[in-house]
């Protein structure tokens, strides 16, 4: 029987270091699978000396997102055109605001590994790592290493099975703050679920047993994530949205979140592999993240305004492929943005966070222009697999 052939997909701005890339590679290794390639998805500029390190592992691809000329020259070769490419792989915002959406950026190494004939495609973050963090007390840490290509893989081969996916250990991605209206902010951008875990929880989440809660699921995280494209036929793009406010781009978050529902569509099945690998999120584990430190204020406001960008497509999609969804009252929770941005701007003394309910009410003006790019994305996804048959 013929070998299938793996690849890595990682996507960053600079490759300027070999963790945690090096990491991966390592615990591939160490469980006895042969790495065919790894893709690199670039925006800014890679090292080329780290290149050469890495490619002692296997063979590197790199691919500048918005300047690929295999991809394109693939793409035309089976007959697309070049509308039909500009849905796939087109950057509208890259040469003014150096920003490319995070589906675009997904497809461009999805796409690469498609047209390279790889079979089992596993994406990570630069800030993820292959091991789970076990145990969490007064500033350290244990972890266990698992097999992150291995336990993937015993899934990811089930029938019409697309992707394995998994949650994280570590620290949430927003740091524990409370404040006066905290909770209008978040039902405003649609994550008053996360209330409680966020006005209380600073501790990270850590796991001593995996590999146990294995169920199908809806939600994809594009970090700890491996994709079948040999089932190229229930095989999804990825899809996001991006807003200009104030001539500034933002992008909107959940390309991994729209892409569980979009395999559904195809009638494939998405698994959580129940493997919580860890996520230095915040780039100083151990140190708890303090919602006073600047980059964190940032972080948080990008992920609000990220959320507010993504919610209307998101709450689109699910209404329209699934039978039963929650109701969302648009005006509702708009008001409360209004209270609950407010409230923000004056805690962290930033005006920043003003600007989110305008942001909202943007968002779902352009809706039907975002559904008009999905469908292109969509038609032309679907002719581009239909002509490498």
């Not at 966070?353 to 032309?380: G, Q």
Request: proline share 4%.
């Amino acid at each position: 029987m013929k070998s299938k052939k793996i690849a890595f997909g990682v996507i960053t701005r600079c490759l300027t270091e070999m963790s945690p890339i090096q990491d991966f590679l390592d615990n591939a290794q160490r469980f006895g699978h042969k790495l065919e390639r790894l893709i690199i998805a670039y925006n800014d500029y890679v090292d080329q000396q780290i290149i050469k390190r890495l490619e002692e592992y296997c063979e590197v691809t790199t691919v500048h997102r918005g300047d690929s000329p295999f991809l394109q020259n693939s793409l035309e070769k089976i007959g697309l055109s070049d509308k039909e490419i500009d849905a796939l792989i087109g950057t509208p915002f890259q040469e003014k605001y150096a920003k490319v959406a995070y589906g675009t950026s997904r497809n461009y190494v999805l796409l690469t590994a498609i047209f390279l004939g790889v079979d089992y495609l596993y994406f990570f973050d630069t800030d993820i790592f292959p091991k789970i963090l076990t145990s969490y007390s007064d500033g350290r840490s244990e972890y266990e290493d698992i097999d992150f290509v291995g336990s993937h893989l015993k899934y990811l081969t089930k029938k019409n099975v697309v992707d394995t996916t998994s949650d994280y250990t570590g620290y949430y991605v927003i740091p524990k703050m409370k404040f006066p209206y905290l909770l209008e902010l978040l039902e405003g951008v649609q994550k008053e679920d996360r209330f409680y875990y966020i006005s209380t929880v600073e501790t990270p989440v850590v796991r001593n047993k995996h590999s146990e809660n294995i169920f199908d699921t809806h939600k994809t995280l594009g970090g700890n994530l491996a994709i079948d494209l040999t089932k190229l036929n229930l095989l999804p793009p990825f899809f996001s949205t991006t807003l200009v406010l104030d001539d500034e781009c933002f992008l909107g978050r959940g390309e991994d979140t729209l892409f569980g529902p979009l395999i559904h569509k195809y009638h494939g099945k998405s698994i959580d592999i129940d493997l919580l690998i860890f996520h230095n999120c915040f780039g100083d584990f151990p140190n708890k993240p303090a919602i006073t430190l600047k980059k964190n204020v940032d972080r948080f406001y990008y992920a609000c305004m990220g959320w507010i960008i993504r919610n209307p497509f998101f709450n689109w999609l699910r209404k329209e492929y699934y039978e039963e969804v929650e109701e969302i009252n648009i005006e509702k929770r708009y008001h409360s943005l209004v209270k609950g941005s407010k409230a923000a701007a004056e805690y962290f003394k930033d005006d920043r966070f003003l600007k989110l309910p305008r942001a909202f009410k943007m968002a779902y003006d352009k809706l039907p222009e975002d559904i008009e790019n999905f469908h292109d994305l969509l038609n032309s996804w679907d002719k581009m697999k239909l002509n490498l048959k």
